[in-house]
């Protein structure tokens, strides 16, 4: 089912002793969800994800703006009307039930024409069971379960009323980083097979990047940027975008575009057309440096770390205010670790050019 959120505002009272003001978790949220995608809702702590999926699910009335799941305006539809299904962060299962219980429990306080046989609520347990793959736990209690297999019940759970739309809140914080990588596989290929429109909120731009189909980043309640993570990665619409992707983060420097060169420092390390003189901060990805003995840019190297087939060199700048370069090149390149300096060249694509000013990309 296609997800639209259309201008969404929500604000809050200003919590504290000394407050009078509002704030405002959402801003003027616009979004439109294609039917049968994932979504990954990312941003830093504090940036509304949460409000947002709260306004989704129906826990929440916005301030301003509508909700509509296919052509229906949920905007005023309370939460239990909206057939959304939720997975949290901590599981959020009862722990004196068994996983089978635990499953059919949402099913049990349907009503009226909802309701459903004995029968057929366990039969509906087991096929979703089988589908998260714990259909042979059935019996056990949460608290005999890993956490990986707590949050397959909970998702489980979350999918036995069959959804229009399925939210998930930070679902891998609590598991370790096997089980995490683990687990997100496994949402891939379970929101795959069922093709639920899905929201994934989190602050892992790692994660994010992943398992969405498209990701919408977030900063201050304001959406940034949306788009499929490669897009976003390799364009990223500003400073803020640009820095929220990728590890090792980008590389960000002060510089000048002067007659058609972007500098660093004294360094005229790129040509760039179409753009008047001004003062820019100018981003390169950690794979976007060449080591080259003629190289443009001029670097003090202070270190050089083995990652296997690449290697990281970490090296600064010194016209540039001595800002610490990482990059990553491959172990082949091979560096001249006696002489102190190191000298590279940049890749024009992974080199992202922002006014100083608004931050904005230019060109
Ligand atoms: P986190 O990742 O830390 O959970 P988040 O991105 O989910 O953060 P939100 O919880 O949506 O962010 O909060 C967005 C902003 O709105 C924050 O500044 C927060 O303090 C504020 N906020 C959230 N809920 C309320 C509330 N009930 N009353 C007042 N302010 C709130």
Redesign the pocket.
């Known amino acids: 089912m296609k997800v639209v959120l259309e201008n969404l505002t929500k604000k ?4 504290g002793r000394k407050a009078r003001g509002e ?1 405002t ?2 801003s003027d949220m616009s979004v439109e969800i294609p039917d049968g995608k994932l979504i990954g809702l990312l ?12 306004l989704l699910c129906g826990l929440l009335k916005p301030t301003d703006g509508r909700i509509f799941f296919g052509e229906e305006d949920v905007t005023n539809l309370p939460a239990e009307k909206r057939g959304v299904g939720m997975v949290f962060q901590n599981y959020a299962l009862y722990p004196h039930l068994t996983v089978r219980q635990n499953i059919v429990f949402p099913l049990e306080n349907l009503r009226g024409k909802e309701k459903l046989s004995k029968e057929e609520m366990q039969r509906r347990a087991m096929e979703v069971a089988k589908l998260v793959q714990i259909d042979e736990l059935m019996e056990r209690k949460p608290g005999e379960l890993s956490g990986g297999q707590q949050q397959r019940v909970a998702i489980a759970r979350a999918l036995v009323k069959m959804p229009r739309i399925l939210l998930m809140d ?1 679902p891998l914080s609590n598991l370790d980083a096997r089980l995490r990588l683990q687990t997100r596989e496994e949402i891939r290929r379970i929101q795959r097979e069922t093709k639920i429109t899905t929201v994934f ?1 989190t ?1 892992d731009q790692e994660e994010a990047m992943s398992i969405s189909d498209m990701i919408v980043v ?1 900063n201050r ?1 304001v959406v940034q940027q949306i788009g499929k993570p490669q897009e976003v990665y390799d364009r990223p619409v500003n400073l803020f975008v640009a820095k929220f992707l990728g590890t090792p983060p980008i590389n960000v420097f002060r510089g000048q575009i002067r007659q058609g060169m972007l500098y660093i420092g004294k360094d005229a390390v790129l040509r760039v057309q179409g753009c008047a003189d001004r003062e820019v901060f100018a981003g390169i990805r950690p794979e976007g440096f060449v080591l080259h003995p003629q190289g443009a840019l001029t670097c003090h190297l202070n270190g050089v770390e083995v990652l296997g087939r690449d290697i990281s060199v970490v090296s600064t700048n010194e016209a540039c205010e001595n800002t610490v370069i990482r990059s990553i090149i491959s172990a082949e390149s091979g560096v001249d670790t006696g002489s102190g300096t190191v000298r590279f060249h940049v890749k024009p694509e992974k080199v992202h050019i922002f006014d100083r000013e608004t931050q904005e990309r230019i060109p």
Not at 12 to 15: D, L, S
Not at 43 to 54: E, H, I
Request: charged share 15%; aromatic share 4%.
């Open positions: 809050f009272p200003e919590r704030v978790a959402v941003g830093p702590s504090g940036c509304g994800k949460s409000t947002a999926l709260n930070e909120v602050h977030m309640g």
